[in-house]
């Protein structure tokens, strides 16, 4: 397993950015249902840029390629480039793992299963990929180190990141594309108290709940949104987002999303799927 240090800089929290569900392209004007993915995404780095909001690293939750290429990831690469902060980032269902690795070694991304944010926090990244289809399932030896590494820092309050949501998040035709083994999951996560919240993609929209008395929360994506709470598959008029979490030395979790402003990617609202 492979173990990230992040120091602490500040003596009170530890703040990561999320960003998730890029969906980019090797062709730069590469659109998903008319959205221009390399623009949304540029949008929402030069966003967090103007914002000026300070943060110790960047954590990418999946689907970060549309179409499987080596360019695709290297833009993604590029594009966070402007940042000196670390990012760590694990798999979606879109995401080729080969071509996801033609990028590394990398001196800002790291594919580590752990980091110890700082002295109070460990963040724990797990692969929930089955390679060919959109749902998720955590494969026996994710769970055999989900919990070893639990064990192993029980002094430290964890945040727990994969891309499929581990719950019923209320849309029928997206709920069938849930992490499938979720008993499992949270059968290991019930025996670690210091458990503070799950952290997904996946579903392309904001979400903040509680389940097995642990916060779930998932980010809308820097491209297109679904619509919450739909049984058909349906676009949001929501724009593209990202996440900060504050990770506190009492071992809270602040949290808060923001979106792009205006109306510069509007996608195609009549579409079926993808
Ligand atoms: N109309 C649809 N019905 C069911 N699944 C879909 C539909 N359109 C797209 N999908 C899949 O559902 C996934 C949900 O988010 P993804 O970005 O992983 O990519 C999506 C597609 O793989
Ligand atoms: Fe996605």
């Known amino acids: 397993m492979q173990t990230y240090f992040?120091?602490?800089?500040?003596?009170?929290s530890v703040v990561l950015l999320q960003i998730t569900d890029t969906h980019l392209f090797a062709d730069e004007s590469g659109c998903l249902l008319g959205v221009a993915t390399k623009d949304s995404f540029n949008a929402v780095i030069d966003a967090v840029d103007a914002s000026a909001r300070p943060f110790e690293?960047?954590?990418?939750t999946g689907d970060i390629s549309q179409d499987h290429t080596d360019e695709s990831y290297q833009h993604f690469s590029d594009g966070i480039s402007r940042w000196s902060q670390p990012c760590f980032w694990l798999p979606g269902n879109h995401d080729y793992q080969p071509a996801m690795?033609?990028?590394?070694?990398?001196?800002?991304?790291k594919s580590c299963e752990q980091v110890l944010a700082g002295d109070y926090?460990?963040?724990?990244l797990l692969d929930s990929q089955v390679q060919g289809v959109p749902h998720g399932e955590l494969s026996e030896a994710q769970l055999l180190m989900l919990d070893a590494t639990l064990k192993a820092y029980p002094e430290r309050h964890a945040l727990i990141l994969l891309h499929h949501?581990?719950?019923?998040?209320?849309?029928?035709?997206?709920?069938?594309h849930q992490l499938h083994n979720n008993e499992a999951f949270w059968q290991i996560i019930d025996k670690y108290p210091k458990v503070s919240a799950v952290l997904c993609g996946h579903i392309h929209q904001e979400l903040d709940c509680v389940y097995h008395g642990v916060r779930v929360l998932?980010?809308?994506?820097?491209?297109?949104?679904?619509?919450?709470?739909?049984n058909?598959?349906?676009?949001?008029?929501?724009n593209p987002g990202w996440r900060y979490l504050e990770l506190t030395q009492e071992g809270q979790l602040n949290t808060d999303v923001c979106r792009l402003q205006g109306r510069r990617f509007i996608p195609l609202f009549n579409s079926a799927g993808y």
């Open 57 to 60: 690293a960047i954590v990418a």
């Open 121 to 124: 926090w460990q963040v724990i």
């Open 6 to 12: 992040l120091p602490q800089t500040n003596p009170n």
């Open 232 to 238: 058909d598959f349906a676009l949001d008029k929501t």
């Open 165 to 176: 949501h581990p719950l019923v998040a209320g849309s029928a035709w997206l709920d069938q």
């Open 218 to 230: 998932a980010t809308p994506s820097t491209c297109i949104q679904f619509l919450p709470d739909s």
């Open 101 to 109: 690795q033609s990028v590394l070694p990398s001196p800002q991304i």
